[in-house]
């Protein structure tokens, strides 16, 4: 019966994947909030608040592997989705803005960036949190296998 070499590497690289979202997210977001001059609002705080410890969980789970960081990680990632759906409820007018945290500074339905039109900085957060929760559950199932 014939093994495959790689078998061993798929969980570290689901939390690499992880890892490389985490950092990115974290970057971008203190590039347009330091860089480009944007002030987050309530809701991209919150975000910041579950994606920023993301970065450092899984730079420790990388080494040695730790596959237990789907306990750690997963709660944060679907805090941060759940704040970033909110938000992106908002943006899209499905939610009015008097539900919004935001009453005083900068609203949470004011699109400063728009990338192509129609990538805000909220779709960005829920696209990121989405894949990291997917590569979770992947991570998850990979290693109860």
Request: with cysteine.
């Amino acid at each position: 019966m014939a093994t495959d070499p790689n078998a061993d590497s798929a969980p570290w690289t689901l939390v690499f994947l992880c890892w490389l979202i985490a950092a990115v997210g974290t970057l971008g977001s203190l590039f347009f909030s330091q860089v480009m001059g944007l002030v987050p609002c309530s809701l991209c705080w919150v975000q910041r608040i579950f994606l920023f410890p993301l970065a450092i969980v899984f730079t420790v789970a990388l080494f040695p592997l730790d596959t237990r960081v789907v306990r750690y990680a997963a709660p944060l990632a679907a805090g941060g989705w759940l704040v970033a759906f909110y938000q992106n409820l908002l943006v899209w007018g499905v939610v009015e803005e008097t539900l919004s945290p935001c009453q005083a500074g900068v609203s949470c339905s004011e699109v400063d960036f728009a990338l192509f039109g129609f990538v805000t900085i909220p779709l960005l957060s829920l696209a990121a949190f989405t894949v990291m929760a997917g590569l979770l559950v992947a991570l998850q199932y990979k290693v109860s296998k």
